[in-house]
């Protein structure tokens, strides 16, 4: 005889959410299968001395005709437990105001939920189960349609669980051999029970012997080979190097395997966390502070909250506790290598420098034991800051890239350091570097301050490209650039831009107009008109090289046109942007010299033919 009973929930509606909003995807029926054993054997290993749990998973036929069962040896159910486990989805198991399982930190889940995911791959789950604790045992058939049943049966049966699944139309992939063994293992890979996969004739043990330093990270030192190769086996990635993380409490712990590439700064920071040591989530993005992104870790903790769907955790600040701690237990271990192990740091930092600075940027002591092996570009070329320190005890550096391209050139052909603070955290930790190493000293450079190197040209030589100097000057006023005659280094090059705030200011206020309404122009000049009289950039023109001195002492006729193609070609050297009307001048100027070009060519060609 059986009793039919209704389930307290809508359930087409409940399996449609669990399907296409709740969980990812429909093999973690499989994960919650899992789950429900493990609490089953955890829940009886805490009443049995002695007592070995363990979880066998067997595959029958294949395609639609498969079926699956899982079978534990754990503490089962009586009736009353079916009815409160099975029936009353998504009420919470109280004892005495309590809630049992949040308390109770050996357990992983719960029962009447994740069961129901088993119907999104099959439409009918069958459960035998026999409570340790006495009473009959009992067949449980739950229906689709939110109908259950419950049959007392005529034999006691050994403690413990058998669950039945027979495969939906469309559902075969999760019944494929292959595949059940792989998500077996990522589930349970952890798991301190034994699981094993039956098939026929075959059989494999899912998951071997738990290491010991699971329990104990800091054991993972002497570990190295074992270590990197359940890293692979786990993340799908071959690892050279890797750091253990605890925290305080001992709750959690995991590897933080160094990627052995460098990776984006805006790339996702997914990470492999078990819960109880269970997988909870493949790609659980917010386990680590945000400059921890040289990593990809395997984590294991039994204090973290995870989600309805149990693929993510709640951010509160038992998360954000131990994201902090996990993140100290890196910095640790990279501030130890600073001490003890300075080519293995190194190595980490050339791999992955941005991260290392990031860290460096926000933690003073952290930077203070490693700026020496910081990279940085320089006109001495990408050097570590300690040997650019060696070389001169000032640090010169640009603030953005483009400033850095607009003199790097000058500087380096009189000799002068400068570095590259373009890059993101490069300058922040460069305007650090008195604070941490005080024999050093480091001070912005900007384009216009590389012209104090510059030699002045003699008294003579003023006064006789006077009047050239004013025609050139002339020719730039529309552009509010005003030129100057130098001698520098190198001699290849024959103009050198720069700007001020002001005219740096004013020249992007120039370029948005461009693309603007006329209302935002309108604006737009009245924003610029507040310091269009100090807005003046500056051309210094290199009387060393060969095309700067003739333009000078040449046919004043052709002076204006040869300056305004100086004044683009700088621009272009310097990385500028051009407005319209100085790529008109570059356009012009163009098909002004290809005439003029010619010209000559047609005259020189009459003389010969007279």
Not at 74 to 82: A, H, K, R
Not at 335 to 356: C, E, N, T, V
Not at 511 to 523: G, H, I, Q, Y
Not at 585 to 601: C, K, T
């Amino acid at each position: 005889m059986k009793d039919t009973y209704r389930f307290q929930v809508n359930l087409s509606g409940m399996i449609n959410i669990l399907a296409n909003h709740l969980y990812s995807n429909p093999r973690v029926y499989l994960r919650e299968m899992l789950q429900n054993a493990v609490d089953a054997v955890t829940a009886r290993n805490e009443l049995e001395e002695g007592y070995q749990g363990q979880i066998r998973v067997e595959l029958s036929g294949t395609g639609s005709t498969a079926t699956m069962t899982m079978e534990d040896n754990g503490i089962g159910l009586n009736e009353e437990e079916v009815h409160q486990f099975l029936a009353m989805i998504g009420q919470s198991s109280k004892r005495g105001g309590e809630d049992f399982i949040s308390r109770e930190t050996s357990f992983i889940g719960r029962f009447g939920i994740g069961l129901l995911s088993c119907f999104m791959v099959s439409d009918e789950i069958v459960m035998i189960t026999q409570s340790a604790k006495g009473g009959p045992a009992l067949e449980w058939r739950g229906q689709p349609d939110g109908t259950y049943t419950i049959r007392k049966l005529d034999n006691a049966l050994s403690p413990g669980t058998k669950v039945y699944l027979r495969c939906k139309p469309g559902s075969e992939i999760y019944f494929d051999e292959q595949n059940l063994a792989k998500w077996l293992y990522d589930y349970g890979a952890l798991l301190p029970y034994p699981i094993s996969l039956h098939s026929g004739s075959s059989s494999r043990k899912i998951n071997g012997t738990r290491p010991v330093w699971i329990a104990y990270p800091e054991l993972a030192r002497d570990r190295k080979e074992e270590v990197l190769h359940l890293g692979e086996q786990l993340l799908g990635e071959r690892f050279h190097d890797f750091i253990p993380l605890h925290t305080a409490s001992g709750r959690t712990g995991g590897i933080a395997y160094i990627l052995p590439q460098a990776v984006n700064l805006n790339a996702k920071k997914t990470h492999r966390v078990y819960l109880k040591h269970m997988l909870v989530s493949e790609k659980a993005e917010n386990i680590l502070p945000d400059w921890a992104f040289f990593v990809k870790c395997i984590v294991w903790t039994d204090e973290l909250q995870p989600t309805a769907s149990r693929e993510h955790f709640y951010e509160n600040e038992k998360l954000e506790e131990v994201r902090e701690e996990l993140g100290e237990a890196i910095r640790s271990e990279l501030m130890r290598m600073a001490d003890y192990d300075q080519s293995r740091l190194r190595q980490i930092i050339g791999q992955h420098a941005l991260s290392i600075k990031a860290l460096a940027v926000e933690d003073e002591n952290f930077y203070r034991m490693i700026y020496r092996w910081l990279p940085f570009e320089s006109t001495f070329g990408r050097k570590e800051l300690g040997e650019l320190l060696k070389e001169r005890s000032t640090i010169f550096y640009t603030l953005t890239l483009d400033e850095y391209r607009q003199i790097t050139h000058v500087a380096a052909a009189q000799f002068m350091l400068v570095v590259n603070g373009g890059y993101i955290y490069d300058s922040e930790l460069l305007a650090l570097l008195p604070q941490i190493c005080p024999e050093a000293e480091s001070e912005r450079l900007q384009p216009e301050d590389i012209s104090f190197s510059f030699t002045d040209i003699t008294a003579d030589e003023r006064r006789y490209y006077y009047e050239n100097t004013r025609t050139a000057d002339a020719a730039l006023q529309r552009f509010r650039c005003q030129i100057q005659l130098k001698r520098f280094k190198p001699s290849e090059l024959p103009a050198l831009y720069t700007l001020s705030k002001e005219s740096s200011d004013l020249r992007s206020l120039e370029a948005a107009k461009e693309v603007s309404t006329d209302a935002l122009s309108s604006v737009l000049n009245s924003l610029g008109s507040s310091f269009q009289a100090a807005a003046y950039s500056t051309l210094y023109f290199n009387l060393d090289n060969p095309v700067v001195s003739r333009v000078f002492s040449g046919d004043p006729a052709m002076l204006p046109a040869a300056v305004e193609m100086l004044y683009v070609n700088a621009l272009m050297m310097g990385h500028y942007p051009m407005s319209r009307q100085e790529l008109a001048v570059l356009n012009e100027g163009i098909i002004r010299f290809i005439e003029w070009g010619y010209a000559a060519g047609n005259t020189q060609d009459g003389g010969n033919g007279q």
